[in-house]
């Protein structure tokens, strides 16, 4: 597989052992230091895809930032096991108003 085909899934254990089903790899992790440092490993390791849940997204919020100037890896939130915040939508509408200059997908 090539490196930027490759996806991770970063979370709690219960939030991503599905994702393994998929054919996606799975990192399990506990608190910021364990998110942090996973982070890291992936994206220096070459995946295109960093899917990480909401929860730990908001504890690597300064982490993920140095990631949104570059092409790859492209990190993307999803919600875990505890429900969703709604912080991984306030994403994707903030990538694309910067992308393309307005809301285009929720158009408010």
Do not use: C
């Not at 982070?39 to 995946?47: D, E, P, Q, W």
């Not at 429900?83 to 200059?101: F, H, L, M, P």
Request: zero cysteines.
């Amino acid at each position: 597989m090539d490196d930027e085909n490759k996806i991770a899934v970063i979370g709690d254990y219960d939030s991503i052992y599905g994702f393994a089903s998929l054919g996606l790899s799975t990192f399990p992790v506990e608190g910021q230091e364990d998110a942090v440092r996973t982070l890291k490993n992936l994206a220096s390791s070459g995946y295109g895809i960093i899917y990480i849940t909401e929860e730990l997204a908001a504890l690597t919020e300064k982490q993920i930032e140095k990631y949104k100037e570059v092409m790859t890896p492209a990190i993307i939130q999803i919600p875990g096991v505890k429900g969703n915040t709604g912080d991984g939508i306030k994403a994707v509408r903030r990538s694309v108003e910067q992308a393309v200059g307005s809301d285009i997908l929720f158009g408010e």
